[in-house]
């Protein structure tokens, strides 16, 4: 369960029991008046980085896999930002055929709903399928966050990378 709006997992809870859904709606509320209910899927969770260049080509990252500590079901604020546990390897050692298929996805899911300049889509990887858990359009940009290390483990320097999108933001002001 998660509040519609927001971010950085804040207001995310697993809810396993009748006594814990009522805290949950509690604090989901706090936050924001749309309460999301999606099912717990067990799976590989894993992100791909999507970013236009300067030229406008669209390109995709390599991936990051999420490691939670053990019984944990979710990534939470507090795993992200208080040391709770957790880490995201970046790159993620996929196969050659399962980073491809991941990717494009991510590029399938950015053109889908419009995305220029920059977004991570997030997914849940399990046996039978790929499924879309979210896509940010504004992930964070600080030198350490999460996508531009996706973007530096694609060879692309951060430096260069706020470049490229400054220029992309440049040229499509430019034209229109």
Known sequence: ????????????????????????????????????????VHGQEISIGVWTDDAGSMHATGASLLHLPDGE??????????????WLEIPAQLPAQQLAELQKVALETAAAVGVEGLARVDVFATEDAILLNEINTMPGLRR??????????????????????????????AAA
Do not use: I, N, W
């Open 73 to 86: 079901a979710a990534f939470t604020y507090a795993h992200k930002y208080e040391d709770a546990g957790g």
């Open 1 to 40: 369960m998660k509040p519609d709006t927001g971010g950085s997992s804040v207001g995310v809870s697993v809810v396993r029991s009748a006594p814990q859904l009522r805290a949950a709606l509690d604090e989901a509320f706090l936050l924001d008046p749309v309460v999301l209910l999606q099912p717990l």
């Open 144 to 173: 350490h966050s999460h996508f531009p290390r996706l973007v530096a483990a694609s060879g692309t320097s951060y430096d260069d990378l706020l470049d490229s999108l400054v220029r992309q933001v440049a040229r499509t002001r």
